[in-house]
């Protein structure tokens, strides 16, 4: 007897299965309803977690607006830059003394 290779797999095919798992309709039909009660609670379990697309967005905006909270004073872009090329005139008048730095100098 040739065997099918969909049958190796698991998948459904036309060859003869000898011993199959359930001997009768009856007992399909309990295997599944069985199986269906499963995946209804499952999906009742999480009903209460369903959100919708607003509320899904709103959760999003919270979580940013709580990641953006420092404790301590934030500085602007121009303080910042500021603040770096402080630290470059520092970095460089240590390196290469009180020379100018550039084609004009």
């Given at each position: 007897?040739?065997?099918?290779?969909?049958?190796?797999?698991?998948?459904?095919?036309?060859?003869?299965?000898?011993?199959?798992?359930?001997?009768?309709?009856?007992?399909?039909?309990?295997?599944?309803?069985?199986?269906?009660?499963?995946?209804?609670?499952?999906?009742?379990?999480?009903?209460?977690?369903?959100?919708?697309?607003?509320?899904?967005?709103?959760?999003?905006?919270?979580?940013?607006?709580?990641?953006?909270?420092?404790?301590?004073?934030?500085?602007?872009?121009?303080?910042?830059?500021?603040?770096?090329?402080?630290?470059?005139?520092?970095?460089n008048?240590?390196?290469?003394?009180?020379?100018?730095i550039?084609?004009?100098?």
């Amino acid at each position: 007897m040739v065997e099918e290779p969909k049958a190796a797999v698991g998948e459904p095919g036309l060859s003869f299965v000898r011993k199959p798992e359930p001997n009768c309709y009856s007992q399909l039909e309990e295997k599944r309803r069985v199986q269906n009660l499963a995946d209804l609670k499952a999906l009742e379990h999480n009903f209460e977690k369903v959100q919708n697309a607003e509320q899904r967005l709103n959760a999003r905006e919270m979580c940013h607006l709580r990641m953006q909270q420092k404790d301590g004073t934030t500085r602007t872009r121009t303080e910042i830059q500021q603040r770096r090329r402080k630290e470059m005139v520092e970095e460089n008048t240590q390196k290469f003394g009180s020379q100018t730095i550039g084609i004009h100098g």
